[in-house]
């Protein structure tokens, strides 16, 4: 089995971030990639610039100034969107999105955490351990298997997912459910681009409902995703930020004061 991992947004530039992920066996995934591949051929979408194939971008697909999404009408855009969503859930077991609201994350977490490689990264490590915990509770895997992570080759998340993704699996007792990780660019794998397309929804609905209060109905293309209950969406709420930071700094008061009872031994 395999799980694609893509993030949508930047703290320093999004009021709401997150990251999904999707999960299936290879064989699916495999079939998956060459009917997501004809889809795009058969829409004429954007053409990736350095790689020079056809690839699926969620921000572009959303931007009224990219081309050629710009210049569609709107038919064009719903079938692509409604090919894609298809395809996707033809394919997966199962499929995750956690966001959070930025301005919660920056007034209680950021404070308390120690350096800026920390702050800057700290949201991501957050969710991924959000969607580890569901895949790990509601993914069956068969037995002597685990499931192969696949992360978008962000250079700024990249290092943390990879450190993080391992400190996981050790502290959760997860390395019967997640084997091999890698990281690599969404253009060469389909994989990432349908994570990319779920994390850009999910964040969209937690702005629309939490920020805009409800303005908007839920996307169509979100609707459509999770029509079959494959997907969970959800967000931490600034409630959900407290009570992690509570359990947090009791562990690393428990922590420092056994550092210092041994340093006293000493």
Do not use: C
């Given at each position: 089995m395999i799980a694609y991992f893509d993030e949508s947004g930047k703290p320093e530039d999004k009021p709401v971030v997150s990251l999904a992920a999707f999960v299936a066996t290879d064989l699916k995934w495999r079939r998956f990639e060459v009917r997501w591949m004809a889809?795009?051929?058969t829409y004429k979408a954007a053409i990736h610039k350095t790689a020079n194939i056809p690839w699926f971008h969620m921000t572009?697909?959303?931007s009224p100034n990219a081309k050629p999404y710009g210049q569609w009408s709107k038919s064009t855009r719903i079938g692509l969107a409604?090919?894609?969503a298809g395809i996707t859930k033809d394919a997966i077991t199962f499929g995750t999105v956690h966001s959070l609201v930025v301005?919660?994350?920056n007034e209680i977490i950021v404070p308390r955490l120690e350096n800026k490689y920390k702050q800057k990264r700290g949201w991501y490590i957050f969710l991924l351990q959000g969607l580890m915990e569901d895949?790990?509770?509601?993914v069956h895997i068969p037995p002597h298997e685990t499931i192969a992570c696949v992360?978008?080759?962000?250079k700024e998340i990249a290092g943390a997912?990879?450190?993080?993704?391992?400190a996981l699996k050790s502290s959760k007792n997860w390395s019967q459910i997640f084997g091999s990780s890698t990281y690599d660019s969404s253009p060469f794998f389909p994989g990432l681009q349908a994570a990319d397309m779920l994390a850009f929804e999910g964040r969209r609905a937690v702005k629309n409902k939490v920020l805009d209060k409800g303005e908007r109905p839920i996307s169509k293309l979100l609707?459509?995703?999770s029509s079959r209950k494959q997907i969970t969406v959800g967000r931490y709420t600034r409630e959900d930020l407290l009570k992690f930071h509570d359990k947090w700094m009791a562990v690393k008061q428990y922590r420092e004061a056994l550092e210092a009872s041994d340093g006293n031994r000493a």
């Open positions: 889809a795009l051929r572009d697909y959303e409604s090919s894609l301005s919660d994350w895949i790990a509770n509601f992360f978008d080759e962000n997912a990879k450190l993080h993704y391992a609707e459509n995703l």
